[in-house]
C-alpha cells in the first residue's frame, strides 16, 4: 500500500540518477565552453524553478487575499521557502561555473545582480513575516508583499540585463527563438529539467503537509 | 414634459423625506489567530430601532463591532446596508455612520475646531461653525474649541469623540461602551442622545452597563 | 462614475491637507528626513568631497542618500496613525483608495521638498557639474515619484507590523531597486551630459515601473488597509 502510493519516488530517484550520469557522459561539451557547460543541466533547471516557485507563491497570495483560507497561505509561504533554496542554489552554481569562465566568483554581472536581488526580495518576505504577529494578519500582508514582489521581477530578469550588457550565455530561449543545442545536450537536459520538476513538486509537497499538520492542530473550524 | 415633472416631484419627495435604513447582517464569524471569537451572528435592524451586543470580556462584542462598521472583513459572512431598500455600496456608507470606541483617537495635536474641519469636510459636510459650537456646547465643551485635543482629560476626550461622531447626524450609530470615562453628567447627555437616535434612525450599542442594556429593543448575547 | 472619480480626488485631497496640517504642527517627518539627508551629505562630503569624483561615483552615492533619507521618514504617515490609534477613525470616514492617494501624494511631496534642498547642496559640496541638466532634473522628477510610490505602498504594510523601523528599509529595498538601478544609471548618464535619447531606455523603466507600482498599490491597497 505504501509503496503503491511512493511508486513514483523511486522512479524518481531511477530518473536523477540517470540524469546525473547522462549530464557527464553521454552529452558532449558545448562549442565554446568546453566541459564547463556541463553546469546548465543542473543550474537552468534550478533557476527555472526558483522563478516557478515565485509564480506559484504569488498565485496561492492572491487566491489567500480572495478567499481568506490560511490553507492558500501556506501553500504561499511553503513555495516561497522552497524556492528560496533553489534560487539559492541557483546563485552557488552560477558562482562557481562563473569562477572557472571568467575567473571569479561574483562580479555583478546583471543576470547575478537578478539572481541575488530574487533572494533579497524572498529574504525581505520572510523578514515580513516574523514580525507580524496574528496568524491572518501575517498572511494578508505577506500576500500582498508576495504580489508586487513578483510583479518587481520581470524588470530585473527582462529588462535590466537587456539594458545593461551580459556575458551571460543566451538564456534557454534566445532572441531568435531557437535551442542551440545539439541532440544528446537536448534529451539530457529536457529530461533534468522535467526531473528537477518533479523533486520540487515532491519537495513542495513535504513542506505543505508538514505545515498544514501544525496548523490543524490549532486551527478551529467554522 | 408634464409627466415628467410629476415623475420628478414624486422622486424628489423621496428623497427629501425621512429615509428607511436598513442593516442586514448574515451568519458573520471572525477567527483571530485560527481562533474562533464568534460565529452564526445573523441580525437585521431598521430605521427607528436599536440594538445591543452583550457579553462578558473577550466574548468579541469590539471585533463584531469592528466588523459592522467594515473595519475589519469578516472571515464569513456579510454585513449590508440598504436605503430604502437600495444597497448602499461598500464604498458610499461613509456619510451615514457614526462610531465611538475606545479605540477610536482624534488627532492629538490638531486643536477641535481642525479636528472638526476635517471630519466635516471628509464626509461631504458643510463647515459650520455655529454647528459646530452648538455641539460642543452640548457635550459641556464650550470654550475649548481653539485647544489642541493632547491638552484634554481623557474624559473629555470622549466627549470630543461624541461631537466627530455626531457632526454628520449620522443615520447609523454605532456606539462601543458608550460611557467608560464619563462622569454622571456625561452619561446623562449620552443616554440623552441615544434616546434620540433611537426613535427615528438605527442605534447599536456594545455594553454590560444595565443601564444601558436598556436601550436596545433587541439583544444578541456573545459568549465567551 | 466621472462624479464618482472626483469625489475620490476631492477626498484623497482632504487627506493631503490634513497631514500636510498636522505635519507643520509636529514637523516631524519634515526634521527626521532633512536632518538625515544633512547629516549623511556632511558624512559623505568631509570624508570624500575634496577628491574631486566622477559620476560613475557621484550618481550612485547622490541616490543611496535619497534612498536612506527617505527611508527615515516617509513610513511616518502611516506609522503615526497606526501609533495614535487614528487609523481605524480615518478607515471609518473615508474609502482605502483615497488614503492612498492622499497619503501618496503627501510623500511626494515631502521628498520633492527635501530634494530641492539637498541635491544643489549634495552638486554644491561635492564640486560636481551637470552637463544635461534637464535629463537629470527629469530623472530625478520621475526617480522620486516611484521611490515615494515604493515606499508609501510599503510603508502602509509595514505600519501593522513590529519592528517598524529596521523593517521598512529591508523591505522596501528589493522592490526600489529597479528604480534604484535605472535612476543611478541615468543620472550619470545625465552628468556626463549625454544625449536625450541614450537615457530613453532608463527613462522607460522608471516610468514603466512607477506605473506598475502605483496601479498594483491601488488594487492591493484595500486589502492592507481593511484588516
Known amino acids: ?222 | 414634459m408634464f409627466i415628467l415633472k410629476v415623475f420628478n416631484i414624486l422622486e424628489s419627495d423621496k428623497l427629501n423625506g425621512v429615509h428607511m435604513f436598513e442593516i442586514h447582517a448574515d451568519q458573520i464569524a471572525q477567527k483571530f489567530n485560527q481562533r474562533i471569537i464568534f460565529r452564526d451572528i445573523s441580525f437585521k435592524i431598521k430605521s427607528g430601532h436599536s440594538l445591543v451586543f452583550l457579553g462578558p470580556n473577550g466574548s468579541g462584542k469590539t471585533t463584531l463591532v469592528r466588523v459592522i462598521c467594515q473595519l475589519i472583513r469578516p472571515t464569513k459572512g456579510k454585513v449590508r446596508f440598504f436605503r430604502n431598500d437600495e444597497e448602499i455600496k461598500q464604498d458610499q456608507i461613509y456619510p451615514f455612520l457614526g462610531l465611538v470606541g475606545p479605540y477610536l483617537q482624534l488627532y492629538n495635536s490638531l486643536t477641535a475646531l481642525e479636528n472638526y474641519e476635517f471630519f466635516a469636510k471628509i464626509r461631504r459636510q458643510p463647515v459650520d461653525v455655529n454647528h459646530f459650537k452648538k455641539l460642543m456646547g452640548r457635550m459641556g465643551l464650550a470654550g475649548r474649541e481653539m485647544d489642541e485635543l493632547r491638552t484634554y482629560s481623557s474624559g473629555m476626550l470622549h466627549r470630543v469623540k461624541y461631537v466627530m461622531a455626531l457632526i454628520h447626524q449620522p443615520e447609523i450609530l454605532i456606539l462601543d461602551e458608550p460611557t467608560s470615562n464619563l462622569d454622571e453628567k456625561g452619561a446623562e447627555i449620552v443616554y440623552e442622545i441615544m434616546e434620540e437616535q433611537r426613535r427615528s434612525k438605527i442605534l447599536i450599542v456594545a455594553t454590560n452597563e444595565p443601564e444601558e442594556i436598556k436601550f436596545g429593543e433587541e439583544q444578541i448575547r456573545l459568549a465567551s | 462614475m466621472a462624479k464618482n472619480r472626483f469625489g475620490l480626488l476631492r477626498s484623497a485631497h482632504i487627506v493631503f491637507q490634513k497631514d500636510i496640517h498636522l505635519e507643520f504642527r509636529t514637523r516631524y517627518s519634515i526634521n527626521a528626513i532633512l536632518m538625515f539627508a544633512i547629516t549623511t551629505l556632511t558624512a559623505i562630503s568631509f570624508s570624500i568631497g575634496p577628491m574631486n569624483l566622477r559620476s560613475e561615483v557621484l550618481s550612485p552615492l547622490l541616490w543611496i542618500l535619497l534612498f536612506f533619507s527617505s527611508m527615515s521618514g516617509l513610513s511616518h504617515i502611516f506609522v503615526r496613525e497606526e501609533e495614535q490609534q487614528t487609523a481605524d477613525t480615518l478607515r471609518l470616514v473615508t474609502s482605502p483608495a483615497s488614503v492612498f492617494l492622499g497619503k501618496w501624494f503627501f510623500n511626494i511631496v515631502l521628498l520633492f521638498g527635501l530634494e530641492v534642498i539637498i541635491v544643489p547642496l549634495f552638486l554644491a559640496m561635492m564640486g560636481a557639474g551637470v552637463e544635461g541638466i534637464w535629463i537629470f532634473l527629469l530623472i530625478l522628477f520621475i526617480g522620486s515619484i516611484g521611490l515615494a510610490s515604493v515606499a508609501t505602498i510599503i510603508a502602509a504594510i509595514i505600519s501593522q507590523a513590529s519592528a517598524k523601523g529596521a523593517l521598512f528599509a529591508v523591505v522596501s529595498f528589493p522592490i526600489s531597486l529597479p528604480i534604484l538601478i535605472s535612476g543611478i544609471h541615468g543620472t550619470r548618464l545625465a552628468m556626463d551630459g549625454v544625449q536625450f535619447s541614450d537615457c530613453l531606455s532608463d527613462l522607460q523603466v522608471l516610468i514603466s515601473f512607477s506605473i506598475v507600482i502605483v496601479t498594483l498599490s491601488l488594487l492591493l491597497f484595500e486589502f492592507i488597509w481593511r484588516k
Not at chain 1, 542554489?89 to 558562482?95: I, P
Not at chain 1, 525581505?124 to 516574523?130: E, G, I, N, Q, V
Not at chain 1, 551571460?168 to 529530461?191: E, S, T, W, Y
Request: glycine share 4%; net charge positive.
Open chain 1, 1 to 222: 500500500m505504501n509503496l503503491n502510493r511512493n511508486w513514483w519516488k523511486y522512479i524518481l530517484g531511477l530518473w536523477m540518477t540517470l540524469v546525473i550520469v547522462g549530464a557527464f557522459l553521454y552529452a558532449p561539451p558545448a562549442k565554446g565552453l568546453g566541459e564547463t557547460a556541463r553546469i546548465l543541466f543542473f543550474h537552468v533547471p534550478t533557476a527555472w524553478l526558483a522563478t516557478i516557485a515565485f509564480l506559484i507563491s504569488a498565485i496561492y497570495s492572491i487566491l489567500y487575499l480572495r478567499t481568506q483560507d490560511l490553507k492558500h497561505d501556506v501553500w504561499a509561504s511553503s513555495a516561497a521557502q522552497i524556492g528560496l533554496i533553489f534560487s539559492i542554489l541557483a546563485t552557488v552554481t552560477g558562482s562557481i561555473w562563473a569562477s572557472k569562465i571568467w575567473h571569479s566568483f561574483w562580479n555583478w554581472d546583471p543576470r547575478e545582480t537578478s539572481i541575488f536581488i530574487l533572494l533579497l526580495i524572498y529574504a525581505a518576505y520572510f523578514a515580513l513575516r516574523s514580525a507580524i504577529e496574528v496568524d491572518e494578519q501575517k498572511a494578508r500582508l505577506s500576500a500582498v508583499y508576495s504580489i508586487i514582489a513578483f510583479v518587481t521581477v520581470p524588470f530585473f530578469i527582462f529588462i535590466i540585463p537587456r539594458i545593461y550588457d551580459s556575458l551571460h550565455p543566451d538564456p534557454l530561449i534566445n532572441a531568435q527563438g531557437k535551442i542551440k543545442m545539439d541532440g544528446r545536450m537536448q534529451l539530457v537536459f529536457f529530461n533534468s529539467l522535467a526531473a528537477f520538476t518533479l523533486l520540487f513538486y515532491w519537495m513542495l509537497r513535504i513542506k505543505v503537509d508538514a505545515v498544514m499538520l501544525k496548523l490543524s492542530g490549532k486551527e478551529e473550524t467554522l
